[in-house]
């Protein structure tokens, strides 16, 4: 298994939907978790962090499963400027790991 | 407030030349790391660094050196440039490697090896 997986995508979805993206990850002691967005080959900027109650901002929601080692993200009324890949970030003991990320087409 | 600086931003070399690519963050961060991304592909880790002095391999390290004599900097070597090195690079940095902190990145630097 690998250490994070994500669904590469792409996600095409109509301007104004909901769409909804998850990560899975291997190490259950890992202990901080992000998702990070990144524009066509620029550097990945901090999307959120995502906390184990769960945490909303704005239009965005992340969502942790430490039992099942998933985190989710959840983006409603979806906007042409949220066209991007998706990073989902693993802080664990020894390490920080990238998810390959999930892409997603907003569609006028 | 300039966070993780990299550069030079774009540099051509030719195929066995060296350079180094420089990233320097002032934000006292005790972790940095170096990332390369190929076209439609995930960020791969270079090198790694948890402190002035301390630096260990990451996935894909052959034809890099890194070192960390300050906490502010930590360089990138290409010692002999292959084509295979083009690519673009990413600098991160984060308070500490583990734990809540956010990690940072430099703008890019875009590297073509002919």
């Known amino acids: 298994r690998k250490e994070v997986e994500q669904d590469p995508g792409p996600f095409n979805v109509p301007e104004g939907a909901t769409v909804a993206f998850n990560c899975t990850y291997s190490?259950?002691?890992?202990?901080?978790f992000f998702w990070y967005r990144q524009d066509c080959r620029k550097e990945p900027k901090l999307l959120m962090s995502?906390?184990?109650s769960g945490n909303e901002d704005g239009r965005f929601t992340a969502q942790l499963n430490r039992a099942s080692q998933y985190i989710s993200l959840l983006i409603r009324d979806s906007k042409l400027s949220d066209s991007a890949t998706y990073l989902c970030?693993?802080?664990?003991?020894?390490?920080?790991?990238f998810g390959k990320g999930t892409r997603l087409h907003i569609l006028p | 407030n300039a966070g993780v600086t990299q550069t030079p931003k774009f540099q051509v070399l030719k195929t066995g030349q060296s350079m180094t690519l420089q990233c320097a963050q002032d934000?006292?961060?005790?972790?940095m790391s170096w990332y390369r991304q190929d076209p439609g592909m995930g960020l791969r880790l270079i090198h790694y660094?948890?402190?002035?002095?301390?630096?260990d391999q990451g996935e894909v390290p052959n034809g890099y050196n890194v070192s960390r004599s300050t906490t502010e900097d930590f360089p990138l070597r290409l010692l002999s440039a292959a084509p295979s090195q083009t690519s673009v690079y990413f600098c991160?940095?984060?308070?500490?490697?583990?734990?809540?902190?956010?990690?940072?990145f430099g703008e890019g630097s875009w590297l073509t090896v002919v």
């Open positions: 991160a940095s984060s308070r500490t490697l583990q734990g809540p902190g956010t990690i940072y």
């Open positions: 190490n259950s002691a890992s202990q901080s």
């Open positions: 995502v906390y184990s």
């Open positions: 970030v693993v802080k664990g003991d020894d390490k920080i790991i």
């Open positions: 934000m006292n961060h005790e972790y």
């Open positions: 660094s948890v402190g002035a002095g301390i630096t």
